[in-house]
């Protein structure tokens, strides 16, 4: 048997977006989320997540989009307080580490202070995968003990043994989830990376990746599950 976690992103982004989200948990295959707190949905969401106990949710680590929650980490922001949006922007603008620790600290303080706890971490446009910030998100991993979706080259232990990231843009369809876990070695488990949403002006206005949610909705909510794959939540099993 595989053991399958579909994690959504970007809870928080906009209320449109949360609502998306808890039908692709209420009524599809997701079982999980991750959770962005510097966002104009993030008090819905944290709403949203008291209502639903059995969602697992976890931390969306941010530093591309919106503004950072502290006013003295100008490093990791242009000249009006937003973060960059661009990730190689944001690297190619001298950032300090010291920064990004003190804004991710915050971010996790503030999902704990709404009285939430976290599955794991895992970030907003991978930024977390980047070597510049293994030691950061390792060091926060280690500090708060929470589990860390799975990357190369990072020295924590993932809580997936697998991450599959293809269910985007033009493949959002069945077929691809149905491929991401066709070839899986038994008894391995597996993430797959999801974003589901609806559209209100936030996510229309900040994203261009805005209509796909919606589509992304409907095939989550319609996947049949193949025989040899179990949903799971992340308390359910640790990777290896």
């Given amino acids: 048997m595989i053991k399958l976690i579909v994690n959504a992103d970007d809870f928080g982004y906009s209320n449109a977006v949360n609502y998306g989200i808890i039908d692709a948990f209420k009524y599809g295959v997701v079982r999980s989320t991750t959770m962005m707190m510097n966002m104009p949905g993030t008090e819905h969401a944290v709403k949203l997540a008291k209502e639903n106990p059995s969602l697992g949710v976890g931390i969306h680590l941010v530093l591309t989009c919106g503004k950072p929650l502290l006013h003295d980490v100008d490093s990791l922001t242009d000249e009006e307080g937003n973060f960059f949006r661009n990730p190689d922007q944001f690297f190619s603008n001298h950032i300090r580490i010291s920064h990004v620790e003190r804004e991710w600290r915050t971010q996790i303080e503030l999902f704990l202070s709404c009285g939430l706890t976290p599955t794991h971490l895992d970030s907003h446009h991978h930024m977390h995968a980047r070597r510049l910030l293994h030691p950061v998100i390792e060091k926060l ?25 293809d269910f985007y843009g033009k493949n959002i369809s069945h077929s691809v989830l149905d491929d991401a876990v066709s070839n899986l070695e038994d008894n391995r488990n597996l993430e797959i990376m999801v974003h ?20 992304e909705v409907d095939v989550l909510t319609s996947w049949e599950i193949p025989e040899h794959v179990i949903l799971v ?3 359910s099993f640790t990777g290896s």
Avoid: C, H
């Fill in 196 to 215: 589901p949403g609806y559209l209100d002006s936030v996510i229309m206005n900040g994203s261009s990746y805005n209509v796909e949610r919606v589509k």
């Fill in 233 to 235: 939540k992340e308390d």
């Fill in 141 to 165: 991993a280690q500090e708060y003990d929470l589990p860390v979706r799975k990357y190369a080259g990072m020295k924590i232990s993932p809580f997936t043994d697998e991450l599959n990231v």
